[in-house]
C-alpha cells in the first residue's frame, strides 16, 4: 500500500509500511539496508515512493555497508535509517558498536527485525540483548501506528542526544497490518556538513575510546528518558502487575478484556534503557508480577534486580519459573495460560476431547509442503547438473561435499535433489567448504550459493580459497535477483533499487580479479554444458568458480521474458515417472499413469526435456 | 466482544490470497472498521503453505485469531483447511476449493492426497457449515483460473457473513483487481454467489 497522502489520513498499513511511513514524516535523506525477512518492507516501500519523496532508498550488498552508508550521511547532519533482519545486525555489529563510541550528528535509525518462531529460519536471537551490549537506545513497538510514531521519536531523539537509535521488531510487529494515521511531512533541506574531529570519529588511542564509552553511556540514558512517553503505566488496585513489550502487549490487552481482569500494567516502549521508574513504581504497587516478553528473560532479568534493591518480596512470574518458554512466538493460549497461573484462575476456554481429536486427526491427514523450487528455476538445472557430473565422475552421494548457502539456492538440500549438507549464515558455503577441504578429507567440496550471498560474504571467503590454495569448487547460481525476500535488484541486476540503470558488477570478473585461475559461464537451463562445466571443476586441481546465470522465473514471468510451455508426447511417455521424482517441478502433472505439463506454469526451461529418458518432452509445434 | 470478526484464508503460494485479503482489507477500511491482520507467507515464493489472519473490530489489538474462533474459514486449498483445524470452532463457516495442489511428496508418489469426502465430514463435524466445490472450474469457466480466489470471495459475499455488504465486497474487488482482468474477476465473483444459492435453493 502506498504510504504517500495528507496529514489526517488513515490507512490499513502493514508495520514495515509504518515504519517507512515515519521515515518520510521525519524527513530522511536516506535509507539503506540488506533484504531480509521480515525487515524488506520498509525499503520496498520507500523505493516505490522514492520519486515523489526525493529520498535516497538503495539496497547495499550487505548490512554492515548498509550501516556505514547511513552513518556517513548523518555525520553529516541529515537523517538516515538502516535496515536489517537479525541475523544482518551480526554482519552489521563491527560497524555499530563502533559508531555507538563516536555517535552521531544527524538522525539515525538501526532498525532491526526480529524473528521469534523462526518463520523465516535462521537463529531466534533476541537482539534486545544488543542493545545492552552496543550501548545503545531502543525503542520496539507493538503496532504499526506507535511503529510510524517511534521512528518519528527516535529521529528527533537521536539528533537531540547525538546518538544512534535502534528500533526493534519481531515479525507479528513487522507484518501486522493496523490502521495509521498519517501525520506532517518534514522538509528539512539541509545542507551537508562534516568537519574533521578525530577525538570523535577515530578510535586513537585507550584515553579517547573511554571518553568515548563513557559519553555513550550518558547519552543513551538521556535518550531513555526523553522517549519515556513510550513506557506506558496503568496502576489499579490490583495485587497483580504485568510487565511486557512488543507484540505481547496486544494479546495481554485482549485477554484483559475477554475476561474483564484489572490488573496493573507497564507496557514498556524503551527496552534500552529498561525505565527504572515506572518499574519500581509497579512493583511498589503488586505482590505478584507477570513478565510478558518473548524469547530472553531480559525484562526478567532487570525486574528481580531492582527488587533485590527494593528488598520487596514478589513474586515473579516468567522465564525463569517456567511460565513461559524461551523459544518461539507467543499466542492467546500462552498469554492466557500465564495469566491464569499468576491470578489462580483458568482462563484457558475448556476443551473438548471429543472436539480435540477430530482436530488432531484433521491436523493429522494434512500434508507437508516442504518448499520447492518453482517451474522453471534455474537451480534446479544448477543441481541437476551437478549431481550428473558427480555420477559421470563414479562419486556417489556420500563422496562428495556440497555447501549450502542463505537464500533459494539452499532449497536444493530439499526432496528430489537433496543436495546440500550445510547451511551456516550468509557466505559461509565457502568458508565452511575451505575447511572441509583442509581437515584433508578424501572427499571434494562444492559450495553452493547464489549471485547476492556472494556479493554479501562470499568473497573474502573465495579470497581466502585463492591464497591458502584450496582446491574447491564455487558454484555461483547467479540469477541476477534477491529472489527469496522478494525478488530485489543486486550489483549484478544492472538497475539500481528504484530502477536506474547501473554498471552490473559480475561474478566472473569479481573470481578472476581475485586470482581464481579456472573460471567458466554457463546457462543452467543448458543441463549438458553445466554438466560438463561441473565435471571439469571436480577434477580441476586448485579453486575453480563455475558461473551458473539464468534469470529467476518469477522474475522472467513478470519481464514476458519466458518461452513457450513445452508438451509431453502421450504416446512417447512410459509413465516411467523420472521427470517428477527426478524435479519435482511444479509443472510436471502426474494423470493417471503418464505426467503431462500444466501449461500455465511451465515457462518452457527445458530442464525436463534432458531428463526424459525417451525424449518425449518438447516444444507443442514438434508433436502436436 | 460479538462485534469481533475473524476471517482466516489459507492456501498455497500464488493462489490468490493476496488479492482475497487486499480486497477484504479495502473494503473494512473503506467501511472505517478497525482491524488488524497478519500473514504468514514462510520462505515461499511458490508452493509454500499461506495463511492470512484478518480479525476486524473495535476490541481486537492482536492479529491472530485465538483457537476456534474463526467466523470464516476461506480455503483455497483442501490440504491447507486441514492444516488449520486448530482455528475451526463452532461458529466457524467454511468456504473451501476443492481442487487441491499436489505437494511435491504427492508428485513423488510419497504421499496420497486427503480423500476429499473424509475431509469435508470432518470438517462439517467440526465447525458450523462446509461450502466446497471446485474453484478452479468455475474460474477457468469464468475466464481464467487467476480468478480462482474471487470465486470464493463471490460466495462470502452471498452468505452475508461479514461485517461487509456484498455490494461493499463487490467493490472494493472491482476497485483492487488490476483492470485487464476486471471482467473475468466479475464473471468469478458472480460465480461464487450462484454456488452459495445453489445449495440455499434460491
Redesign the interface.
Known amino acids: 500500500m502506498t504510504v504517500i497522502g495528507e496529514e489526517g489520513t488513515t490507512k490499513l498499513l502493514l508495520g514495515n509500511e509504518a515504519i517507512a511511513r515515519g521515515a518520510i514524516e521525519a524527513g530522511a535523506h536516506l535509507v539503506t539496508g540488506y533484504p531480509g525477512t521480515p525487515s524488506t518492507e520498509v525499503i520496498e516501500t520507500l523505493a516505490a515512493v522514492a520519486k515523489e519523496t526525493g529520498m535516497k532508498v538503495q539496497w547495499a550488498v550487505n548490512e554492515k555497508v548498509a550501516v556505514e552508508v547511513a552513518t556517513g550521511v548523518a555525520w553529516t547532519g541529515l537523517r538516515a535509517m538502516a535496515t536489517m533482519k537479525n541475523a544482518g545486525l551480526n554482519v552489521a555489529s563491527d560497524s555499530v558498536l563502533s559508531i555507538a563510541y563516536s555517535g552521531t550528528e544527524g538522525g539515525l535509525i538501526f532498525y532491526v527485525a526480529d524473528d521469534p518462531a523462526t518463520h523465516a529460519g535462521m537463529a531466534e536471537q533476541d537482539d534486545r540483548l544488543f542493545a545492552k551490549f552496543a550501548a545503545l537506545p531502543m525503542l520496539e513497538p507493538s503496532d504499526p501506528q506507535e511503529a510510524k510514531e517511534m521512528v518519528v521519536a527516535a529521529f528527533e531523539i537521536s539528533e537531540k542526544n547525538k546518538v544512534p537509535v535502534m528500533l526493534r521488531s519481531t515479525t507479528n510487529t513487522a507484518h501486522m497490518f493496523g490502521d495509521v494515521v498519517f501525520g506532517p511531512v518534514k522538509k528539512l533541506n539541509r545542507t551537508p556538513t562534516y568537519s574533521r574531529d578525530i577525538r570523535r570519529y577515530t578510535k586513537a588511542g585507550p584515553a579517547w575510546c573511554m571518553e568515548q564509552h563513557a559519553s555513550l553511556i550518558e547519552k543513551t540514558k538521556k535518550a531513555g528518558k526523553d522517549a519515556d512517553e513510550f513506557n506506558r503505566l496503568e496502576l489499579t488496585d490490583s495485587k497483580v502487575g504485568v510487565i511486557t513489550a512488543g507484540a505481547p502487549w496486544n494479546l495481554l490487552k485482549e485477554a484483559m478484556i475477554r475476561h474483564g481482569l484489572n490488573v496493573s500494567t507497564l507496557k514498556i516502549g524503551v527496552i534500552n534503557p529498561l525505565p527504572e521508574e515506572k518499574i519500581r513504581k509497579l512493583l511498589e504497587r503488586v505482590d505478584s508480577v507477570l513478565i510478558l516478553e518473548e524469547l530472553e528473560p531480559l525484562i526478567e532479568d532487570y525486574v528481580l534486580r531492582i527488587l533485590g534493591e527494593m528488598g520487596k518480596k514478589v513474586k515473579v512470574y516468567g522465564k525463569i519459573d517456567g511460565t513461559t518458554s524461551p523459544v518461539g512466538e507467543f499466542d492467546q493460549a500462552i498469554v492466557e495460560r500465564a495469566l491464569g497461573k499468576v491470578l489462580g484462575k483458568n482462563l484457558t476456554p475448556a476443551v473438548d476431547p471429543e472436539r480435540q481429536k477430530l482436530i488432531e486427526k484433521a491436523k493429522s491427514l494434512s500434508l507437508r509442503r516442504p518448499i520447492t523450487f518453482c517451474a522453471g528455476c534455474p537451480h534446479m538445472g544448477t543441481y541437476l547438473s551437478m549431481l550428473r557430473a558427480m555420477r559421470k565422475l563414479k562419486y556417489s552421494r556420500e563422496d562428495v561435499i556440497i555447501t549450502g548457502d542463505i537464500g533459494c539456492t539452499i532449497l536444493g538440500m530439499n526432496p528430489p535433489f537433496d543436495a546440500c549438507w550445510t547451511e551456516v549464515a550468509m557466505g559461509a558455503s565457502i568458508g565452511l567448504g575451505n575447511g572441509f577441504e583442509r581437515s584433508g578429507i578424501k572427499k571434494p567440496v562444492i559450495a553452493a550459493i547464489g549471485d547476492s550471498t556472494f556479493y554479501h560474504a562470499g568473497i573474502p571467503a573465495l579470497i581466502d580459497a585463492v591464497w591458502n590454495q584450496t582446491k574447491i569448487v564455487v558454484a555461483v547460481m547467479d540469477n541476477s535477483i534477491v529472489a527469496m525476500t522478494g525478488h530485489q535488484p543486486t550489483p549484478g541486476s544492472g538497475y539500481t533499487t528504484t530502477g536506474e540503470a547501473a554498471k552490473a558488477v559480475k561474478a566472473e570478473e569479481i573470481a578472476r580479479g581475485c586470482g581464481v585461475e579456472h573460471v567458466v559461464v554457463v546457462d543452467p537451463y543448458d543441463v549438458e554444458k553445466a554438466t560438463e562445466a561441473f565435471v571439469e571443476a571436480l577434477q580441476y586441481n586448485g579453486p575453480s568458480v563455475i558461473v551458473l546465470r539464468r534469470l529467476c522465473a518469477i522474475t522472467a514471468i513478470r519481464r514476458k521474458a519466458i518461452g513457450k510451455p513445452l508438451v509431453i508426447d502421450e504416446e512417447k511417455c512410459t509413465g516411467c515417472m523420472t521427470c517428477v521424482k527426478t524435479l519435482s517441478c511444479s509443472a510436471l502433472v502426474p494423470v493417471g499413469k503418464k505426467v503431462r505439463i500444466n501449461p500455465d506454469v511451465c515457462i518452457g526451461c527445458r530442464i525436463c526435456a534432458a531428463v526424459c529418458p525417451v525424449k518425449a518432452i518438447g516444444e507443442g509445434s514438434q508433436h502436436e | 466482544?460479538s462485534e469481533e470478526f475473524n476471517c482466516l484464508i489459507v492456501g498455497?503460494g500464488g493462489q490468490g490470497g493476496a488479492t482475497l485479503t487486499n480486497v477484504i482489507?479495502e473494503a473494512?477500511?473503506r467501511k472505517g472498521l478497525?482491524?488488524?491482520?497478519?500473514?504468514?507467507l514462510?520462505?515461499?515464493?511458490?508452493?509454500?503453505?499461506v495463511q492470512v489472519q484478518i480479525r476486524l473490530g473495535s476490541?481486537?489489538?492482536?492479529?491472530?485469531i485465538?483457537?476456534?474462533q474463526a467466523d470464516v474459514l476461506i480455503a483455497l486449498d483442501p490440504?491447507?483447511a486441514?492444516?488449520a483445524?486448530?482455528y475451526?470452532g463452532k461458529k466457524t463457516t467454511i468456504i473451501m476449493n476443492t481442487s487441491g495442489?499436489?505437494?511435491?511428496?504427492?508428485?513423488?508418489?510419497k504421499?496420497k492426497?486427503?480423500d476429499l469426502n473424509?475431509?469435508i465430514s470432518?470438517?462439517k463435524?467440526?465447525g458450523k457449515e462446509v461450502y466446497a466445490y471446485d474453484a478452479y472450474e468455475l474460474a477457468k469457466q469464468a475466464g481464467s483460473?487467476r480468478a480462482m480466489s474471487v470465486v470464493l470471495l463471490g460466495s462470502l459475499a452471498r452468505l452475508n457473513i461479514a461485517p461487509l455488504t456484498r455490494d461493499e465486497l463487490y467493490q472494493a474487488m472491482v476497485d483492487t483487481v488490476p483492470k485487464k482482468y476486471l471482467q473475468e474477476n466479475i464473471a468469478a465473483f458472480k460465480a461464487g454467489e450462484k454456488e452459495i444459492e445453489k445449495v440455499l435453493g434460491k
Do not use: C
Not at chain 2, 34 to 40: D, I, N, Y
Not at chain 2, 59 to 64: D, T
Open positions: 466482544m498455497v482489507a473494512a477500511t478497525r482491524g488488524r491482520m497478519h500473514e504468514t514462510g520462505m515461499a515464493q511458490r508452493g509454500g503453505s476490541q481486537v489489538y492482536s492479529s491472530f485465538p483457537p476456534g490440504n491447507e486441514l492444516r483445524a486448530d475451526i495442489i499436489l505437494p511435491v511428496s504427492v508428485l513423488m508418489g504421499d492426497y486427503p473424509e475431509e470432518l470438517l463435524q467440526l483460473i
